[in-house]
């Protein structure tokens, strides 16, 4: 286990697929005692209504948390569309590379005795602490240092340290950089989706894997297949039923999930029974940034993989082991 923390806390803190280098190097040259005056004002800063340490500590709670929804707030326009259209697994990793955990995470915020701001970042398998400096004002833009450790490093050896920059639009605080880095989302959005399209694809597969397993358990305890996955999925009251067995997540029974849309088309007349057959299929939502291989299940149980170009696949593509 503690080789596990050595090891998410030795990654590098930049968002190597999500942001574009700058040019401010002269940050790099920010003296200690510039620093240590910025810390000294972060008591009184942190008390003005939606002060620059106040967003980023709603920043890093979010990302935490893993909660999209809190974390768009706090980017600029220009990157909160770029953001919306990013996939949800996307996003999600996005946020990891904030608080340096896989998991979501429960956040708790505290001050320390002068005055910094301090979060944890709390999952099961091990807890980061972020202590927020004072923010250095720079008319509309702030610069607030950051120490990043796991709390079980006592020594500090590990520790990451980071300047992170805000932006005030339109009167309230916004995530500018991180480090060096231009947080610039639009700039590699497509990028970042081609890193993660493996992911989504290999979740396609999966995905159609558990609607299999759905259908024939649907099919062993009422004798006949489902009409739809609607039938599938968790009733809105009371216990499951034939109408809602309750198989698969509210998602996959709507028929999309993680940037894919899934079909399911029973082969033949009759639904009765073991000699009923169904297909599977599988295509992205959107063409190049979800995925690019439509994947189909045959009538009888075989996989087969393709890219269409985003239309749905058939049994004549090639088969995946």
Not at 101 to 108: I, S
Not at 220 to 249: I, Q, Y
Request: aromatic share 6%.
């Amino acid at each position: 286990m503690r080789s596990q923390k050595t090891k998410i806390l030795g990654r590098i803190f930049f968002l190597v697929c999500a942001v574009l280098l700058t040019a401010a190097n002269g940050l790099s040259q920010e003296s200690s005692s510039k620093l240590a005056e910025s810390a000294a004002n972060v008591a009184s800063e942190t008390t003005t209504t939606g002060g620059p340490s106040l967003a980023l500590k709603a920043v890093l709670s979010a990302a935490c948390s893993q909660n999209q929804t809190d974390f768009a707030r706090f980017l600029t326009a220009r990157n909160k569309e770029a953001f919306s259209r990013m996939t949800p697994a996307a996003r999600v990793s996005l946020m990891k590379r904030f608080v340096l955990l896989n998991e979501p995470g429960k956040a708790t915020a505290s001050t320390n005795p002068v005055g910094r701001l301090i979060l944890r970042c709390e999952t099961p398998d091990v807890t980061t602490e972020m202590q927020i400096g004072g923010a250095d004002l720079r008319d509309n833009m702030a610069f607030l240092p950051m120490d990043l450790r796991d709390t079980t490093d006592t020594t500090g050896v590990n520790t990451h340290q980071i300047t992170m920059g805000m932006v005030r639009e339109d009167g309230e605080w916004k995530l500018l950089s991180l480090g060096l880095l231009l947080l610039d989302l639009p700039s590699l959005e497509v990028e970042w989706d081609a890193a993660e399209m493996d992911a989504t694809e290999r979740g396609a597969i999966e995905a159609l894997k558990k609607i299999a397993d759905a259908v024939e358990a649907y099919r062993n305890k009422n004798s006949r297949l489902p009409e739809s996955l609607a039938n599938l999925g968790p009733p809105l009251h009371g216990p499951a039923n034939a109408a809602a067995a309750g198989l698969l997540d509210s998602d996959l029974a709507t028929g999309m999930k993680n940037g894919y849309a899934f079909r399911y088309v029973i082969v033949g007349a009759s639904t009765l029974g073991a000699p009923a057959k169904y297909e599977l299929a599988a295509t992205p939502l959107r063409y190049g940034r979800t995925g690019r291989r439509s994947f189909f299940r045959d009538s009888n149980g075989g996989l087969h993989a393709a890219d269409r170009q985003g239309a749905v696949g058939s049994e004549t593509d090639p088969k995946v082991d």
